[in-house]
């Protein structure tokens, strides 16, 4: 059983950074691609980065392009969002989701953690 468990989240100014972490267990990952998504109150998911676990190729959304970095650390099993020069419309809850390469949607699914930055 695949378990993301994501952390870093928090309350802070805009212009501040953040890194959010993924741990991930249960799973064979060099065969995943991962990927981080946020959820504002009253909006829908969105997508906002992903990273191949065999390759490290990313992807990043428009909105967070040159400000946000996805990483990871194949031997620990976990992945990374480094944010910076956070805006108030950064606000939401994160979350981390895995799922194979190739597959074309996410399988697994992390709790999600909250990301406030005030203006």
């Known amino acids: 059983q695949v378990l993301l468990v994501e952390s870093g989240g928090g309350l802070v100014q805009a212009g501040d950074s953040l890194r959010l972490s993924c741990a991930a267990s249960g799973g064979t990952f060099s065969r995943y691609t991962m990927g981080w998504f946020r959820q504002a109150p009253g909006k829908e998911r969105e997508f906002v980065s992903r990273i191949s676990w065999s390759d490290g190729g990313t992807v990043y959304a428009g909105s967070v392009k040159g400000r946000f970095t996805v990483s990871r650390d194949n031997a620990k099993n976990a992945m990374y969002l480094q944010m910076n020069s956070l805006k108030p419309e950064d606000t939401a809850v994160y979350y981390c989701?895995?799922?194979?390469?190739?597959?074309?949607?996410?399988?697994?699914w992390g709790q999600g953690t909250q990301v406030t930055v005030s203006s």
């Open positions: 989701a895995a799922g194979l390469a190739g597959a074309g949607s996410y399988r697994y």
